[in-house]
């Protein structure tokens, strides 16, 4: 039992690059500045690409940094718990207004 | 503490392979995920609700600075999972190393939010009603004033509690470099250096979603 | 000591299973070992418990005889004049009595009542582990609900008096004193409670984390004792609920101590936005007050009946599904707040849906009684009484849950007589049943019976006689946190009503005593408890009463059953406990 832990950490998979992740989530954030003041874009289709890049970078980091890529798929089920939540949180108090 | 080879990756007789602390962290970081969609949802609602008391991006708060901070934490966030991925082989020096890195790096992000703030509390960017006199960053002194005090109230809030947040990461953190200098982990015993890179990985995602969110749109 | 022990050693290492006896501090006050901690939030939380219902003796007694000071509160005279003066209760004390008797009743006695001492001292129990996954972060989490508790008891005596905007804290009446007139007590108020959620916060990690990963060998989900699947649901539940009230409630701090404006329409903010918030919670929160003590009266009854539990896997399912569903339904707190009218029906129809769940498990308990060779011992009769009372208050509900019906009813006392029915009906009696069940488990030594089955009875007589002529006042007009019943016409024709309510709220009250002397003679003199006299199945009753630290002595049990296996063809007594191996025998039908 003890060192299952760190073995079956250590061998099951290749490190991921993370300099390349790196890489990819510098872009993106100037990518996002860059989108961001574009006035041409309509500012409601603006914030859901915005938002969409910045889920990409999260999940990125999720995936990689916090090596999920790489966890049991019973892990990954137990992380997406609060998300449904968060959007019927915002979701439902946003429909007071329309 | 401990002197078994692997006390703080020791799993119980059940569950599907994620060892106790890391299983307990990230139950806690669900929590947290809760915990800001709670402020950030409330920055929404009431974004939504009342924009006029808002402004447009850049108009008030410094996007270049905060991008280049923005910036600044994921390159703490790579530095971290190097350290990580350094006790992992073994490498002692590896893993102090990075870990100093992150801990400096997570201190100058702190360090530039707490200059952000004094510049927007000096431009009149504050949360108090009868205080609020914020105006356009480019605009000439005494411009009209943008937005109300609810964008403050928010903003800081926000932007505040993260900063604690990463503020207790660093603290954390330096507890980690201190340990890892005595000795502290090793290649088949850094479940400690795992948590601690699971939280600041944390920290950086919800600042790439408060970035966007509050500084972007 | 063994050294076979080590593998399944946590944090207490240094303090575990050694030969040395720990010193009194660190053995009693400053512990780590789940059931000590589960034993002081008992504790902790009778106290609160008493205070609470202290607190809701001087509303009652006001209510009886408003404004009279011929007939004035005993002990009236002690309390400052802020308070009380010239035999007459004051208003904003009224208030504060309201407001501090649910706040110190949901957050101080029945949560960590249901939470904190049988979170903490059943699932590790239940499950075959020899202590939390986190043993001092569970220390930790004792230790920050007691200093919660503290400050809001020292709410009281502040300046200004104690919160006095309702359990619910709604702004703008929070958030202004200019409205309220109270500033610091409401202050003390958020804080008191952000840190007792953080408290309960860290709980929830430990629980989940331990049952997920440490449950015996051969302790599979469908193997789990209906009380520890409860607690684990109710553990997420705290998980992801808790954090937004945080979030609300610093919002709401900021907003009455810098004037930020969150919830200011003056400056943009919104008063419904707390609303949204503070229910976001509130509404899972009422199912963390209610689902552990289904949990408990199922292993009760069960054990009552000396039947297995009717619908074992229905019955967790349902507890999943109050979990989940739970998560939609908070808008029925606000059908009259002035929310867009779409969403009140949307959550009408979700509040609906939850009905189903609940009423899956009623029947399924009924249909555990249904034939069983019941014996009508404490705990049981407290179980059936759970069953009986939910019941009311889960019809009452169904009232209050569609819109329309809600508009003449919210805010009166049909609601108070629902949250009661509930709250006191289900999860107190809940409660004293796990207590009574689990007490020799705990001391070592069993309650006195018949004081225990008479506590039982005069508890039930009163609390229904309290409480149900509620659902008439309520429904005749009669509003919730009324100082002076008297002074509207259409109430003041039923006062007589109020001050029939009133005395049975006092003998309800004075029947506690009962149970407290019961609980503390027992705990020195009951008679000696073996390891399993109620002969009951789970793995808690294979341990010693009371279990040693480290509950079986190195040795982790083995389950090979499930927990409800009363009556068993496979035994020749009618219980059959979860480490009874495969006996050969032919097994019942079902699984």
């Known amino acids: 039992m003890e060192s299952n832990a760190a073995q079956e950490h250590g061998a099951g998979h290749k490190a991921p690059n993370y300099y390349l992740i790196w890489l990819v989530l510098a872009v993106l954030t100037l990518a996002e500045v860059g989108v961001a003041f574009v006035t041409a874009i309509p500012k409601t289709a603006l914030a859901i690409i915005l938002i969409a890049m910045a889920l990409w970078k999260a999940v990125l980091v999720a995936l990689y940094y916090m090596h999920l890529r790489f966890e049991p798929r019973r892990l990954w089920i137990i992380t997406a718990a609060p998300l449904p939540l968060a959007v019927i949180l915002v979701v439902i108090v946003l429909a007071e207004k329309w | 503490m401990s002197n078994a080879a692997s006390a703080t990756m020791e799993t119980g007789t059940s569950g599907f392979g994620v060892y106790n602390m890391k299983l307990g962290m990230w139950i806690f970081l669900l929590s947290e995920v809760m915990f800001f969609t709670g402020l950030i949802g409330a920055y929404i609602i009431l974004r939504f609700a009342g924009p006029d008391q808002f402004a447009d991006p850049g108009v008030v708060l410094n996007v270049p600075l905060t991008a280049a901070n923005t910036f600044l934490l994921i390159c703490s966030s790579v530095t971290m999972v190097k350290a990580f991925a350094e006790i992992e082989q073994g490498n002692q020096a590896g893993l102090k190393r990075y870990l100093v890195l992150t801990a400096i790096i997570g201190m100058m992000f702190v360090g530039v939010q707490v200059y952000e703030y004094m510049q927007l509390a000096h431009e009149g960017f504050i949360p108090l009603a009868d205080l609020y006199a914020a105006h356009g960053r480019h605009a000439a002194e005494g411009g009209a004033v943008v937005g109300g005090p609810l964008y403050a109230s928010t903003f800081y809030t926000m932007t505040g509690f993260h900063g604690a947040h990463v503020s207790i990461g660093v603290a954390c953190l330096w507890f980690t470099v201190f340990k890892a200098y005595r000795g502290g982990y090793t290649k088949n015993n850094y479940g400690g250096v795992e948590i601690m890179g699971l939280y600041w990985h944390f920290v950086d995602l919800v600042w790439i979603i408060l970035f966007t969110i509050v500084y972007l749109i | ?591």
């Open chain 3, 1 to 591: 000591m063994s050294t076979v022990a080590t593998a399944h050693e946590s944090g207490t290492h240094d303090a575990h299973g050694q030969h040395e006896e720990l010193p009194f501090l660190r053995k009693y006050v400053f512990s780590t070992d789940h059931k000590v901690i589960g034993i002081q939030f008992l504790f902790m939380s009778l106290l609160f418990l008493l205070f609470g219902g202290l607190l809701a003796m001087a509303m009652r007694w006001q209510l009886a005889w408003p404004t009279d000071p011929t007939n004035a509160m005993p002990g009236g005279s002690l309390l400052p004049e802020t308070m009380f003066t010239s035999g007459v209760m004051l208003p904003e004390f009224y208030n504060a009595l309201v407001t501090m008797h649910g706040t110190i009743m949901v957050f101080f006695a029945i949560m960590p009542l249901l939470v904190g001492v049988w979170a903490n001292y059943l699932i590790p129990l239940q499950i075959g582990a020899e202590d939390m996954a986190f043993p001092r972060l569970n220390m930790a989490s004792f230790w920050m609900a007691v200093p919660a508790g503290l400050l809001m008891m020292a709410s009281f005596a502040v300046v200004g008096g104690a919160a006095n905007a309702g359990w619910t804290g709604y702004a703008p009446l929070s958030t202004s004193d200019v409205y309220s007139g109270v500033k610091l007590g409401q202050q003390l108020w958020t804080i008191s409670l952000v840190i007792l959620g953080f408290s309960s916060l860290i709980g929830a990690v430990n629980y989940i984390t331990t049952v997920i990963n440490m449950r015996a060998p051969g302790m599979t989900w469908f193997r789990l004792p209906l009380s520890t699947w409860a607690l684990f649901i109710t553990s997420i539940l705290l998980l992801l609920a808790v954090p937004v009230l945080a979030g609300g409630l610093i919002m709401l701090f900021f907003d009455i101590t810098f004037n930020t404006g969150f919830f200011n329409p003056v400056v943009g903010g919104q008063p419904l936005l707390w609303q949204h918030l503070f229910w976001f919670f509130g509404h899972p929160e009422v199912y963390i007050l209610i689902l552990p003590a289904m949990g408990f009266v199922s292993d009760i009854m069960a054990n009552g009946a000396r039947k297995p539990i009717f619908g074992y896997k229905a019955m967790v399912w349902a507890i999943i599904a109050i979990g989940f569903i739970g998560w939609i339904v908070w808008g029925h707190h606000m059908f009259m707040s002035g929310m867009n009218p779409l969403l009140g029906g949307f959550f009408m129809v979700t509040t609906m849906m939850i009905a189903v769940p609940s009423a899956i498990k009623t029947f399924n308990w009924l249909g555990t009684l249904w034939g069983g060779n019941i014996i009508f011992h404490t705990p049981n009769l407290h179980a059936i009484a759970f069953v009986a009372l939910f019941v009311i208050g889960g019809l009452s509900g169904i009232f209050l849950a569609a819109a329309p019906v809600d508009i003449p009813l919210h805010d009166t006392y049909f609601v108070v007589a629902h949250i009661h029915y509930v709250l006191v009906g289900g999860s107190l009696f809940g409660i004293f049943g796990a207590i009574v069940f689990w007490f020799p488990k705990m001391f070592g030594r069993m309650m006195n019976e018949p004081i225990g089955k008479l506590h039982w009875l005069l508890t039930f007589v009163f609390f229904n006689l309290t409480f149900f002529p509620m659902h008439m006042l309520g429904s005749g007009g009669m509003m919730r946190r009324l100082y002076d019943p008297t002074v509207y016409p259409h109430i003041a024709q039923h006062q007589d009503t109020n001050v029939f309510i009133t005395v049975c709220a006092l003998l309800l009250f004075a029947s506690q005593f009962l149970f407290m002397f019961n609980f503390f003679w027992s705990m020195f003199r009951g008679k000696k408890a073996s390891a399993n006299p109620w002969n009951a199945n789970g793995l808690e009753w294979s341990a010693p009463s009371p279990p040693p630290h480290g509950n079986w002595g190195g040795r982790q049990p083995v389950v090979h059953r499930g927990p409800y296996e009363y009556s068993s063809p496979e035994s020749d007594e009618d219980f059959l406990m979860q480490t009874a191996p495969p006996t050969g025998r032919p097994t019942p039908a079902h699984s």
